[in-house]
Protein backbone atom coordinates (compact mmCIF):
# COMPACT_ATOMS: atom_id res chain seq x y z
CA UNK A 1 0.00 0.00 0.00
CA UNK A 2 1.10 3.41 -0.79
CA UNK A 3 1.99 5.84 1.83
CA UNK A 4 -0.33 8.43 0.54
CA UNK A 5 -3.02 6.07 0.44
CA UNK A 6 -2.44 5.41 4.63
CA UNK A 7 -2.86 9.21 5.54
CA UNK A 8 -6.05 9.53 3.05
CA UNK A 9 -8.54 8.53 6.01
CA UNK A 10 -6.84 10.87 8.59
CA UNK A 11 -7.18 13.54 5.98
CA UNK A 12 -10.87 12.88 5.35
CA UNK A 13 -11.13 12.96 9.58
CA UNK A 14 -9.43 16.30 9.67
CA UNK A 15 -11.62 18.12 6.95
CA UNK A 16 -14.70 16.33 8.40
CA UNK A 17 -14.09 17.49 11.43
CA UNK A 18 -13.24 21.19 10.69
CA UNK A 19 -16.46 21.09 8.43
CA UNK A 20 -18.68 20.56 11.89
CA UNK A 21 -16.19 23.18 13.79
CA UNK A 22 -17.45 25.48 11.05
CA UNK A 23 -21.06 24.23 10.81
CA UNK A 24 -21.71 25.76 14.65
CA UNK A 25 -21.27 25.61 17.98
CA UNK A 26 -20.61 22.55 20.06
CA UNK A 27 -22.45 21.93 22.98
CA UNK A 28 -20.31 23.03 25.76
CA UNK A 29 -19.91 26.18 23.68
CA UNK A 30 -23.67 26.52 23.75
CA UNK A 31 -24.23 25.61 27.41
CA UNK A 32 -21.49 28.13 28.23
CA UNK A 33 -22.87 30.75 26.32
CA UNK A 34 -26.51 29.87 27.58
CA UNK A 35 -25.24 30.53 31.15
CA UNK A 36 -23.55 33.99 30.16
CA UNK A 37 -26.99 34.88 28.58
CA UNK A 38 -28.77 33.84 31.35
CA UNK A 39 -26.34 35.35 34.06
CA UNK A 40 -26.77 38.17 32.56
CA UNK A 41 -30.77 38.95 32.38
CA UNK A 42 -30.89 37.56 35.76
CA UNK A 43 -28.39 41.02 36.02
CA UNK A 44 -30.80 43.21 34.41
CA UNK A 45 -34.04 42.05 36.20
CA UNK A 46 -32.33 42.61 39.63
CA UNK A 47 -31.13 46.39 38.59
CA UNK A 48 -34.21 46.84 37.12
CA UNK A 49 -35.92 46.21 40.14
CA UNK A 50 -33.86 48.01 42.39
CA UNK A 51 -34.42 50.64 40.07
CA UNK A 52 -38.17 50.32 39.94
CA UNK A 53 -38.55 50.66 43.91
CA UNK A 54 -35.70 53.78 44.18
CA UNK A 55 -38.29 55.48 41.84
CA UNK A 56 -40.82 54.46 43.78
CA UNK A 57 -39.90 55.70 47.31
CA UNK A 58 -38.28 58.26 46.23
CA UNK A 59 -42.08 59.31 44.57
CA UNK A 60 -43.95 58.41 47.78
CA UNK A 61 -41.41 60.94 49.45
CA UNK A 62 -42.58 63.68 46.46
CA UNK A 63 -45.76 62.56 46.87
CA UNK A 64 -45.65 63.55 51.16
CA UNK A 65 -44.21 67.06 49.94
CA UNK A 66 -47.51 67.76 47.48
CA UNK A 67 -49.75 66.55 50.47
CA UNK A 68 -48.53 68.88 52.77
CA UNK A 69 -47.94 71.98 50.57
CA UNK A 70 -51.39 71.59 49.23
CA UNK A 71 -52.80 71.66 53.16
CA UNK A 72 -50.72 74.63 53.34
CA UNK A 73 -52.54 76.01 50.30
CA UNK A 74 -55.87 74.92 52.13
CA UNK A 75 -54.99 76.63 55.03
CA UNK A 76 -54.70 80.11 53.06
CA UNK A 77 -57.47 79.72 50.90
CA UNK A 78 -60.18 78.50 53.24
CA UNK A 79 -58.68 81.29 55.96
CA UNK A 80 -58.57 77.78 58.38
CA UNK A 81 -56.04 75.93 60.03
CA UNK A 82 -54.71 73.15 58.53
CA UNK A 83 -53.76 70.24 60.42
CA UNK A 84 -51.70 66.78 58.67
CA UNK A 85 -52.32 64.08 61.40
CA UNK A 86 -49.40 61.23 61.40
CA UNK A 87 -51.49 58.59 63.73
CA UNK A 88 -55.07 59.16 63.54
CA UNK A 89 -57.66 57.51 65.53
CA UNK A 90 -54.39 55.85 67.39
CA UNK A 91 -53.29 54.18 64.19
CA UNK A 92 -49.48 54.09 64.76
CA UNK A 93 -47.15 56.15 62.31
CA UNK A 94 -45.64 52.73 61.42
CA UNK A 95 -49.06 52.18 59.11
CA UNK A 96 -47.48 55.31 56.52
CA UNK A 97 -50.57 57.09 57.11
CA UNK A 98 -51.77 60.38 57.66
CA UNK A 99 -55.41 61.85 57.64
CA UNK A 100 -55.62 66.05 56.60
CA UNK A 101 -58.31 67.70 58.25
CA UNK A 102 -59.28 71.98 58.43
CA UNK A 103 -59.61 72.78 62.22
CA UNK A 104 -62.10 74.98 62.13
CA UNK A 105 -62.30 75.17 66.14
CA UNK A 106 -58.07 75.26 66.39
CA UNK A 107 -58.33 72.84 68.89
CA UNK A 108 -56.02 69.72 66.91
CA UNK A 109 -58.77 67.58 67.05
CA UNK A 110 -61.14 66.35 63.61
CA UNK A 111 -63.99 67.17 65.57
CA UNK A 112 -67.63 66.26 64.25
CA UNK A 113 -68.44 68.47 61.27
CA UNK A 114 -65.41 69.61 60.58
CA UNK A 115 -64.69 68.67 56.74
CA UNK A 116 -61.72 66.47 55.76
CA UNK A 117 -59.52 67.89 53.25
CA UNK A 118 -60.41 64.45 51.35
CA UNK A 119 -59.79 66.55 47.94
CA UNK A 120 -56.08 67.07 47.91
CA UNK A 121 -55.12 64.56 45.80
CA UNK A 122 -55.88 60.57 45.42
CA UNK A 123 -57.05 60.00 48.82
CA UNK A 124 -56.97 56.13 50.61
CA UNK A 125 -58.92 54.89 53.44
CA UNK A 126 -58.20 52.95 56.15
CA UNK A 127 -60.84 52.10 58.35
CA UNK A 128 -63.13 54.52 58.13
CA UNK A 129 -60.66 57.26 57.85
CA UNK A 130 -60.00 59.10 54.32
CA UNK A 131 -56.35 60.33 53.82
CA UNK A 132 -52.93 59.22 52.95
CA UNK A 133 -50.99 56.45 52.06
CA UNK A 134 -47.08 56.29 51.67
CA UNK A 135 -46.51 53.56 48.72
CA UNK A 136 -44.22 50.50 48.48
CA UNK A 137 -44.96 49.84 52.01
CA UNK A 138 -43.17 52.93 53.31
CA UNK A 139 -43.42 53.80 56.90
CA UNK A 140 -42.46 56.86 59.32
CA UNK A 141 -39.83 55.48 61.47
CA UNK A 142 -36.34 56.49 62.33
CA UNK A 143 -33.62 56.20 59.97
CA UNK A 144 -30.60 53.77 60.87
CA UNK A 145 -27.67 55.40 61.38
CA UNK A 146 -29.12 59.16 61.52
CA UNK A 147 -29.93 60.22 65.30
CA UNK A 148 -29.80 63.80 63.59
CA UNK A 149 -32.19 64.91 60.69
CA UNK A 150 -31.92 67.37 58.19
CA UNK A 151 -31.45 71.39 59.39
CA UNK A 152 -30.19 69.70 62.69
CA UNK A 153 -33.53 68.45 64.20
CA UNK A 154 -33.37 65.05 66.16
CA UNK A 155 -34.99 62.08 64.96
CA UNK A 156 -37.32 59.97 66.67
CA UNK A 157 -38.31 56.99 66.67
CA UNK A 158 -41.82 57.44 65.24
CA UNK A 159 -40.60 59.67 62.89
CA UNK A 160 -42.62 62.35 62.89
CA UNK A 161 -41.00 65.21 65.65
CA UNK A 162 -44.37 67.38 65.56
CA UNK A 163 -46.16 68.00 68.98
CA UNK A 164 -48.90 64.67 69.12
CA UNK A 165 -47.71 63.70 65.79
CA UNK A 166 -49.57 66.69 64.02
CA UNK A 167 -48.37 69.35 61.67
CA UNK A 168 -50.68 72.64 61.60
CA UNK A 169 -50.45 75.18 59.08
CA UNK A 170 -52.12 78.37 59.54
CA UNK A 171 -54.34 80.36 57.61
CA UNK A 172 -50.97 82.72 56.51
CA UNK A 173 -49.46 79.85 55.52
CA UNK A 174 -46.71 79.22 58.20
CA UNK A 175 -46.77 76.20 60.20
CA UNK A 176 -47.38 76.17 63.79
CA UNK A 177 -44.51 74.51 64.80
CA UNK A 178 -41.01 73.48 62.66
CA UNK A 179 -40.11 69.92 62.09
CA UNK A 180 -39.00 66.75 60.91
CA UNK A 181 -40.59 63.55 59.20
CA UNK A 182 -38.67 61.03 58.41
CA UNK A 183 -39.66 57.38 56.64
CA UNK A 184 -37.70 54.54 55.07
CA UNK A 185 -39.15 51.58 52.61
CA UNK A 186 -38.11 47.87 52.99
CA UNK A 187 -34.88 47.85 52.00
CA UNK A 188 -34.36 50.71 54.12
CA UNK A 189 -34.37 53.55 51.63
CA UNK A 190 -34.84 56.30 53.70
CA UNK A 191 -36.18 60.61 53.41
CA UNK A 192 -36.71 63.14 55.55
CA UNK A 193 -39.38 66.12 54.75
CA UNK A 194 -39.10 69.26 56.68
CA UNK A 195 -41.52 72.20 57.43
CA UNK A 196 -40.09 75.58 58.99
CA UNK A 197 -42.15 78.04 60.94
CA UNK A 198 -42.62 80.11 57.78
CA UNK A 199 -44.09 76.90 56.31
CA UNK A 200 -41.23 76.09 53.86
CA UNK A 201 -41.81 72.51 53.23
CA UNK A 202 -38.19 70.12 51.70
CA UNK A 203 -37.35 67.06 51.07
CA UNK A 204 -34.52 65.45 51.56
CA UNK A 205 -32.55 61.52 51.16
CA UNK A 206 -30.53 59.59 53.52
CA UNK A 207 -27.25 58.14 51.74
CA UNK A 208 -26.33 56.10 54.55
CA UNK A 209 -24.10 58.91 56.13
CA UNK A 210 -25.48 62.70 54.99
CA UNK A 211 -28.23 64.12 54.27
CA UNK A 212 -28.70 65.11 50.90
Do not use: C
Not at 3 to 32: C, N, W, Y
Not at 34 to 52: D, P
Not at 63 to 74: D, F, G, I, T
Amino acid sequence: MRQSDQKQPEVRSVRHAKRRREAGFTLVEMLIVMTLVGTAVGFSIESFRSFREQQRAKAGAVELVVVLNMAKSRAVSMNEMVVADFAPAAIPTSAGFLEVFLDVNDNFTRDSGEVAAANLGNPTSMGSLIGYRLPANMTFAQPTGAPVGPLGIPSVIDGVTFTNNMIAFLPDGTAFEAGLVTFMDPAGRTYGVTVTGGGAIRMYRWDGSTWQ
